[in-house]
Protein backbone atom coordinates (compact mmCIF):
# COMPACT_ATOMS: atom_id res chain seq x y z
CA UNK A 1 0.00 0.00 0.00
CA UNK A 2 1.07 3.29 -1.00
CA UNK A 3 0.39 7.28 -1.65
CA UNK A 4 2.22 8.53 -4.82
CA UNK A 5 1.63 12.45 -4.27
CA UNK A 6 2.89 14.17 -8.09
CA UNK A 7 1.65 17.61 -9.12
CA UNK A 8 4.59 19.40 -7.71
CA UNK A 9 6.98 22.00 -10.17
CA UNK A 10 7.93 25.42 -10.67
CA UNK A 11 5.17 28.32 -11.04
CA UNK A 12 5.74 31.99 -10.67
CA UNK A 13 3.75 33.71 -8.08
CA UNK A 14 -0.07 34.30 -8.78
CA UNK A 15 0.00 31.02 -10.46
CA UNK A 16 -1.72 27.78 -10.06
CA UNK A 17 -0.98 24.23 -9.29
CA UNK A 18 -2.56 21.15 -8.66
CA UNK A 19 -1.40 18.35 -6.38
CA UNK A 20 -2.51 15.00 -6.60
CA UNK A 21 -2.51 11.94 -3.79
CA UNK A 22 -2.87 8.36 -4.86
CA UNK A 23 -3.67 5.63 -2.95
CA UNK A 24 -2.52 2.27 -4.43
CA UNK A 25 -2.84 -0.65 -3.32
CA UNK A 26 -5.85 -3.54 -2.57
CA UNK A 27 -8.44 -2.68 -0.33
CA UNK A 28 -7.21 0.78 0.75
CA UNK A 29 -9.53 3.45 1.66
CA UNK A 30 -8.24 5.82 3.18
CA UNK A 31 -10.47 7.94 6.11
CA UNK A 32 -9.47 11.01 6.87
CA UNK A 33 -6.26 12.74 5.07
CA UNK A 34 -4.57 16.00 4.93
CA UNK A 35 -1.51 18.14 3.13
CA UNK A 36 1.43 19.09 4.61
CA UNK A 37 4.56 20.54 3.58
CA UNK A 38 7.74 21.88 4.96
CA UNK A 39 10.67 23.55 4.26
CA UNK A 40 14.70 22.63 5.03
CA UNK A 41 14.87 23.81 9.39
CA UNK A 42 11.02 24.15 10.23
CA UNK A 43 8.65 21.47 11.12
CA UNK A 44 6.08 20.25 8.90
CA UNK A 45 2.93 22.25 8.49
CA UNK A 46 -0.60 21.64 8.03
CA UNK A 47 -1.73 23.02 5.15
CA UNK A 48 -5.31 21.31 4.29
CA UNK A 49 -7.39 18.45 5.70
CA UNK A 50 -10.40 16.58 5.21
CA UNK A 51 -12.71 14.46 6.88
CA UNK A 52 -14.40 10.69 5.31
CA UNK A 53 -17.38 12.78 5.43
CA UNK A 54 -15.52 15.57 2.96
CA UNK A 55 -15.48 18.35 6.30
CA UNK A 56 -12.24 20.47 5.20
CA UNK A 57 -9.89 22.84 6.96
CA UNK A 58 -7.12 25.03 6.24
CA UNK A 59 -4.03 26.67 7.35
CA UNK A 60 -4.62 30.35 8.23
CA UNK A 61 -1.75 31.47 5.69
CA UNK A 62 -3.62 29.21 2.78
CA UNK A 63 -6.87 30.03 3.24
CA UNK A 64 -9.18 31.41 0.12
CA UNK A 65 -6.45 30.31 -2.14
CA UNK A 66 -6.44 26.37 -1.75
CA UNK A 67 -8.90 23.71 -1.72
CA UNK A 68 -8.88 20.31 -0.97
CA UNK A 69 -10.97 17.87 -2.00
CA UNK A 70 -11.40 13.98 -2.13
CA UNK A 71 -12.75 11.42 -5.14
CA UNK A 72 -13.46 8.23 -3.12
CA UNK A 73 -14.46 6.47 -6.12
CA UNK A 74 -10.56 7.37 -7.79
CA UNK A 75 -9.10 6.98 -3.89
CA UNK A 76 -7.55 10.13 -4.68
CA UNK A 77 -7.08 13.50 -3.39
CA UNK A 78 -6.17 16.96 -4.67
CA UNK A 79 -5.06 20.10 -3.64
CA UNK A 80 -6.23 22.77 -5.53
CA UNK A 81 -3.64 25.78 -5.00
CA UNK A 82 -3.97 29.05 -6.57
CA UNK A 83 -2.48 32.52 -6.04
CA UNK A 84 0.64 31.29 -5.32
CA UNK A 85 3.26 33.03 -3.03
CA UNK A 86 6.92 32.43 -2.54
CA UNK A 87 6.36 31.67 1.04
CA UNK A 88 3.93 28.74 -0.50
CA UNK A 89 7.20 27.06 -1.43
CA UNK A 90 8.22 23.51 -0.22
CA UNK A 91 7.65 19.82 -0.45
CA UNK A 92 3.96 18.91 -0.08
CA UNK A 93 3.55 15.59 1.50
CA UNK A 94 -0.17 13.81 1.52
CA UNK A 95 -1.30 12.27 4.72
CA UNK A 96 -3.98 9.49 5.09
CA UNK A 97 -5.55 7.57 8.13
CA UNK A 98 -7.22 4.36 7.08
CA UNK A 99 -7.96 2.95 11.21
CA UNK A 100 -11.67 4.25 10.39
CA UNK A 101 -11.80 6.08 14.18
CA UNK A 102 -14.22 8.57 12.90
CA UNK A 103 -15.26 11.59 10.86
CA UNK A 104 -12.63 14.12 12.49
CA UNK A 105 -9.99 16.30 11.38
CA UNK A 106 -6.40 14.17 12.25
CA UNK A 107 -3.29 15.54 13.98
CA UNK A 108 -0.30 14.80 12.44
CA UNK A 109 0.94 12.08 14.53
CA UNK A 110 -2.41 10.63 13.09
CA UNK A 111 -1.96 9.34 9.96
CA UNK A 112 -0.56 5.87 9.59
CA UNK A 113 0.29 6.77 5.52
CA UNK A 114 2.45 9.09 4.11
CA UNK A 115 3.49 10.05 0.45
CA UNK A 116 6.86 10.45 -0.39
CA UNK A 117 6.53 14.50 -1.28
CA UNK A 118 6.08 16.65 -4.24
CA UNK A 119 8.40 19.86 -4.27
CA UNK A 120 6.54 22.72 -4.94
CA UNK A 121 8.39 26.21 -5.81
CA UNK A 122 6.64 29.53 -6.61
CA UNK A 123 9.17 32.38 -8.03
CA UNK A 124 8.80 35.81 -7.50
Known amino acids: VQLQASGGGLVQAGGSLRLSCTAS????????AGWYRQVPGNQREMVAR???????NYGDSVKGRFTISRDNAKNTMYLQMNSLKPEDTGVYYC???????????????????WGQGTQVTVSS
Open 95 to 113: AADTSGKGDYFRLIWEYNY
Open 25 to 32: GSSFTFDA
Open 50 to 56: ITSSGNT
